[in-house]
C-alpha cells in the first residue's frame, strides 16, 4: 500500500521556520522525482520544489527561492521541506508528490504563518 505522509506543520510567525517531512512507503522512493506543493484557500495548487532522484538536481517557484530548501533521505525514504524567513503569503496545506510512472500525493500538512 503506497503511502505518503507529511509531518511538521504548525503556527509560526512571520519570519520563522518550519521543517516539514514526508515519509514513503509501498513504493520504490529512490527511483521517483519528489516534490511539495502547496494550496491556499482560494488559490490553486502549485509547484513549490521538486528534486530528482538523486537529491541533487532541484528546482523552486520563485516565491520562495532563497528561503525554501528541498532535500531527500534515499534511506529513510523520506523527503524535506525546510522553511526559512516565513511570510504570511506561505500559509496554505502543503502536499508532497512522487512521480515516476504513477503519481501518488500525501494527505497535506497545514502551515500557518500569523503574528
Known amino acids: 500500500q503506497v503511502q505518503l505522509v507529511e509531518s511538521g506543520g504548525g503556527l509560526v510567525q512571520p519570519g520563522g521556520s518550519l521543517r516539514l517531512s514526508c515519509a514513503a512507503s509501498g513504493f520504490t522512493f529512490s527511483t521517483y522525482v519528489m516534490s511539495w506543493y502547496r494550496q491556499a484557500p482560494g488559490k490553486e495548487r502549485e509547484l513549490v520544489a521538486r528534486?530528482?532522484?538523486?537529491?541533487?538536481?532541484?528546482n523552486y517557484a520563485d516565491s520562495v527561492k532563497g528561503r525554501f530548501s528541498i532535500s531527500r533521505d534515499n534511506v529513510k525514504n523520506t523527503v524535506y521541506l525546510q522553511m526559512n524567513s516565513l511570510k504570511p503569503e506561505d500559509t496554505a496545506v502543503y502536499y508532497c508528490?512522487?512521480?515516476?510512472?504513477?503519481?501518488?500525493w500525501g494527505q497535506g500538512t497545514q502551515v500557518t504563518v500569523s503574528s
Open positions: 528534486i530528482g532522484t538523486n537529491g541533487v538536481a532541484a
Open positions: 508528490r512522487a512521480v515516476q510512472s504513477f503519481s501518488y
